[in-house]
């Protein structure tokens, strides 16, 4: 396999195009644990970033392969640069244009992955879609330009930093072709659905951890199908039928340990630890108006409901009266709706049948047309045969 050598300060790195496996010394010694960061906050922020592929690759309808590859290029781009240099969401979003270039027919525009990544960003702020203080970014602004341009060099650091080694072996194919090999059969393969449906979400989590950075997409795809068989107790081959996928009992083990550790993280929280995320300062602050707006409008509701139920406690009779009222007002309005559709009935009515009058009166009228047309075309046969006839006569 073509592999690749070189040093990125002073450690050396060994990549090759079909496989990026690190070694436990190198897992630990990230660049973000030496700047300071803390080893649960790197998990977290990086599983925080692959939260964001998801969502964002939901919204542009993107399939899994895509949203797989670019959670493989964001964990691989945070063991070569720090989390204090370059923010996950940004890179989240970078890496996830990246993979849409990547893959067949499945490239987004930017305006789009912009757009996108404005509605993940106002979901995870907390703002409801239908809220009126949604802000919304202008294709023809300065902020979305400027948006766009530092998207791009992100993308280029993301390619830069990995030296342009954008190739991943996704395990999802290897969990359909091994859940084939061990149930063969079109009987097989039907008791074998929820095996390899159990064994896909377990590839699908544990892509949030760096899992895919520590062992080979086989041995992946083989631990995920031998905890799924376990969760849905399905007997598979007695003997060491791992081996068979060239995967050991040790590294099968540890992707396993590593695949449930990947199923008990919770909600990932964002943390900012990049002083200058890159974005402009105006993308942030509509965010915060629109929370503001948000936080003032959900007091003044409260206020309104707190001040109505004041008044209900003080007065029994208003509020019965108001019921009453209110009651009364719904009959009226009801019993109005009801004449209004019987009179659109009426009228509808009314207009079929002069349609249907208007139409039959055509109908005869053009009856009448066709039988005159026809009386007169016999009496011209008619004469015309009687002329014939009586010169026929003359001329004998």
Sequence with gaps: KLQFLYFIGGWRWEMSIFRFELTQAELEDTPSRRSGVNIEVEAEQRACGCDIIL??????????????????????????????????????????????KLEEDCHRKVRQVVTVFQRVCIRRAGITADSACLPAIDVGSDLYFKIRATLMEIEHSVLSSLRFITHVDNPHKYVLFFCR?????????????????????????????????????????????????????????????????DTETVDLIEA????????LIQKPVYTKLCSDTGFPSEFYEAFSKA???????KAERNNKRCSSASSSSSSSSSSSRRKRQRRDRNRDRS?????????????RD???????????????????????????????????????????DRDR
């Design 291 to 297: 929370n503001i707006d948000k936080a003032e409008q």
């Design 181 to 245: 090999m061990l149930l063969p059969g079109a009987a097989g393969w039907a008791t074998g659905k929820d095996l390899a449906q159990v064994s896909w979400s377990l590839v699908n989590d544990s892509l949030r951890t760096t899992l895919c950075c520590r062992f080979p997409s086989t041995v992946i795809a083989t631990a995920a199908i031998f905890l799924a068989a376990r969760k849905v107790k399905m007997t598979l081959p007695s003997s060491e039928w791992w081996r068979l996928f």
């Design 335 to 347: 019993r109005g709706r009801d004449r209004d559709r019987s009179d659109r009935r009426d009228r």
């Design 55 to 100: 969502d964002s690759g939901i919204l542009l309808g993107l399939p899994m392969i895509v949203m797989a590859r670019a959670q493989v290029l964001l964990q691989r781009f945070y063991f070569v640069q720090s989390l204090t240099r370059f923010d996950v969401t940004v890179v989240a979003i970078a890496t996830l244009f990246l993979a849409t």
């Design 350 to 392: 009314r207009d079929n049948n002069r349609d249907r009058d208007r139409n039959r009166d055509r109908n005869r009228d053009r009856d009448r047309d066709r039988d005159r047309n026809r009386d007169r075309d016999r009496n011209r046969d008619r004469d015309r045969n009687r002329d014939r006839d009586r010169d026929r």
């Design 256 to 263: 396993a340990k590593g695949l449930n550790e990947a199923q």
